[in-house]
């Protein structure tokens, strides 16, 4: 398939043109274990469903995949899970239903299997349905951080999957280096995310905050769980404090990411005062629920932003950032042990290098954040030096269309077996 048969509109793909017309009854199974790929996987699926009508898709998921269409044999709404030890509770759930699909696969004998980001319990149930039915063509999308702990995966995941559709275009010759088939298909964040164009601009987003767009302003993302606010907030509070002595002229911005942890982040902003600093007339330390928050990656000069897929929205939008994170010492000490990466944060990933500060653990300091925070104003041209390379890292992720992509791999996969084994039983 040449690149410009890949990117055409499946309306138009040879794929679709040839084997559409062929009714099928075929069935797919999918296994998705967060919102957010549920999110991801939901449109892929709804768009081969659009082609494919007749194929039935089953399995684990959430909200968005059910809307799509998809059979749900298992929420993942009601088990996500985050973290070591949260994991480990729930081990006992996992087996029960790793044996529950792998009983339905016999039973259903699906075209082929989809499994979607979950690396802890996707790449041992990859290995198990790959020794109980060996002819099983296995897709992945969505790659385990593979290339940032736990090396040793990307050979497990090489004796199981038939392909692994990539959202990052550094981890498609990753796994063709081990000769594994694979596929960069773009990344899901790209269909999202709208244009700068599209949102209000800086004074009118800021006025409406009763904030001055013509002087500098932080935006502070403490986190979207209760743990971690109670880990960041008191360092982000002195940082303010300490920040304000300094440049008193700074404007800060806290995000009440959701409904759950805004009662919590109030209380802390309450207690510290921070109302109180002002620019003589106005307050300088405002708060705002935003979901999703691009309005405020566009209109702000620097973002303090809890290490995660938040950091690649930021670096989507260009915006400058200062990464931290604090959680549990011993979580954190196994990440250590198993961590085969310079750095964390998504900006720093994709470049290659420390393009942004990363403060983690005993470095989450308010004297670092004050440090890196004046040296991103003072310091002339590092500003606009970092919005450089990061939109440069933008245009990079900005190839390929997953939707489109994705729904052709997995028509052509699924009719692919059907075809073999209608050819087997003539």
């Keep these: 398939m040449t690149k410009e048969e890949a990117n055409k509109p499946l309306s138009h793909h040879p794929v679709e043109e040839k084997l559409t017309a062929q009714k099928s009854s075929e069935s797919l199974m999918v296994i998705v274990g967060d919102p957010s790929a549920d999110k991801h996987a939901s449109k892929v699926l709804k768009r081969l469903k659009e082609i494919e009508p007749h194929l039935h898709i089953f399995g684990v998921g959430g909200t968005e995949m059910q809307k799509a269409g998809v059979e749900l044999l298992f929420n993942c709404n009601d088990f996500a899970v985050l973290g070591i030890f949260e994991v480990i509770k729930s081990l006992f759930f996992f087996y029960k239903m790793r044996q529950t699909l792998l009983k339905e696969i016999k039973e259903r004998k699906p075209a082929a299997l989809l499994l979607v980001d979950m690396g802890g319990f996707n790449i041992q149930f990859a290995t198990a349905a790959r020794k109980a039915y060996p002819d099983l063509p296995m897709y992945y999308f969505i790659s385990p951080q593979v290339w940032g702990s736990r090396p040793w995966r990307i050979d497990v995941l090489g004796k ?121 007339t106005n307050p300088l330390v405002k ?62 990933l994709l470049a290659g ?28 041209g590092l500003k606009a030096e970092i919005e450089k390379e990061l939109l440069t890292l933008r245009s990079e992720l900005g190839q390929g269309d997953f939707v489109e ?13 059907e075809l073999l084994t209608n050819g087997a039983s003539a």
């Excluded at 743990?227 to 002229?249: G, N, Y």
């Excluded at 929205?313 to 950032?321: D, K, N, S, V, W």
């Excluded at 992509?405 to 077996?417: S, V």
């Design 160 to 280: 199981a999957i038939t392909k692994m559709l990539t959202i990052f275009p550094f981890e498609e010759p990753l796994y063709k280096d081990k000769k594994i088939d694979a596929r960069f298909v773009g990344h899901p964040l790209l269909k999202d995310l709208p244009e700068p164009s599209t949102l209000p601009n800086r004074e009118e987003f800021l006025a409406e905050l009763g904030l001055d767009a013509n002087a500098p302003v932080i935006a502070i993302l403490p986190g979207s769980r209760k743990q971690e606010i109670k880990a960041h907030m008191p360092i982000l509070i002195e940082a303010v404090k300490e920040l304000h002595k300094k440049m008193p002229h700074l404007q800060f911005v806290f995000s009440r990411s959701t409904e759950k942890v805004a009662p919590l982040i109030d209380s802390y902003l309450q207690q510290s005062q921070l109302s109180n600093l002002t620019n003589g």
């Design 287 to 348: 708060t705002v629920s935003l979901s999703p928050n691009y309005p405020l990656y566009k209109n702000v000069d620097l973002i303090w932003a809890k290490s995660g897929t938040t950091t690649l929205e930021i670096t989507l939008y260009g915006r400058p950032m200062i990464i931290f994170y604090k959680g549990n010492f011993f979580s954190y000490l196994l990440v250590l042990l198993f961590k085969c990466v310079k750095h964390v944060g998504w900006p720093n």
């Design 353 to 380: 290098k420390l393009l942004v500060p990363e403060l983690l653990q005993m470095d989450f300091r308010p004297d670092q954040l004050v440090k890196y925070s004046m040296d991103l104003f003072l310091v002339p």
């Design 405 to 417: 992509t994705g729904a052709a791999e997995l028509l052509a996969l699924t009719r692919k077996k």
